[in-house]
């Protein structure tokens, strides 16, 4: 099991519907972090947050819309999304403290976009 | 442009050998190096990490070589079991990893009984 809780598990949405993706972390880590995963591609990072700030955002589409309301955890809106945002979305949590920064993910939700 | 380069895309090693997965990368400002495996339907779990004072870093069956004048990393994998069986990423983060990752293409690994 791992620390980095992500809820749903399974997305199926339609391209008009708005839905959020939820991450939770109880490490006291302040860095969170959201990814992108194709299928038998790398995961890709979206977002940065440090200490409950925006820090990183890697030109992602405003239709994700990421928020992080406290230090346990970390929201991805979904708005208007497309066929093409199919994939799992992934987050991931370090102590965002000075020094090594290892990054633990959770199991991710698989988001199906009809 | 692909700062992280992995090879193979895929790897067969018999039970008990050993399976080697290398890894490049072009940025120098890079300065955290870590590996990470992957099941399916599962997050990547870090495995061992490495920053580039460190030329060798060993943890129970996994061993990271790091050379950093050609900025080129290494996976050794000893003994491997069947339970090793999984898809391998390296990646590379500056600032000890807070600024995020960047991930390799990965490497599907195959244990053969």
């Known amino acids: 099991d791992t620390e980095v809780t992500q809820t749903p598990k399974h997305l199926v949405m339609g391209m008009t519907n708005k839905k959020s993706l939820k991450c939770e972390q109880h490490m006291g880590h302040r860095a969170m972090y959201w990814y992108k995963q194709k299928a038998k591609k790398p995961p890709e990072l979206m977002f940065v947050?440090?200490?409950?700030?925006?820090?990183i955002n890697e030109s992602v589409p405003s239709r994700f819309s990421p928020e992080c309301p406290n230090s346990s955890l970390l929201n991805l809106h979904l708005h208007a999304l497309q066929p093409e945002d199919s994939a799992l979305y992934l987050c991931a949590s370090s102590q965002g403290s000075r020094g090594l920064q290892p990054q633990h993910f959770g199991d991710g939700t698989r988001l199906s976009i009809l | 442009q692909q700062q992280v380069k992995q090879s193979p895309q895929s790897l067969i090693v018999q039970k008990g050998g050993i399976s080697i997965i290398n890894c490049a990368y072009e940025n120098t400002a890079f300065d955290y190096f870590p590996w990470y495996q992957q099941f399916p339907g599962k997050g990547p779990a870090l495995l061992i990490a490495?920053?580039?004072?460190?030329s060798e870093k060993k943890e129970g069956r996994f061993t990271i070589s790091f050379n950093k004048s050609a900025k080129q990393f290494s996976l050794h994998i000893m003994d491997s079991q069947p339970g090793d069986s999984a898809t391998y990423f390296c990646a590379a983060s500056m600032r000890g990893g807070a600024d995020g990752l960047t991930f390799g293409k990965g490497t599907h690994l195959i244990i053969q009984p």
């Open positions: 947050y440090s200490y409950e700030k925006l820090s």
């Open positions: 490495i920053r580039p004072d460190v």
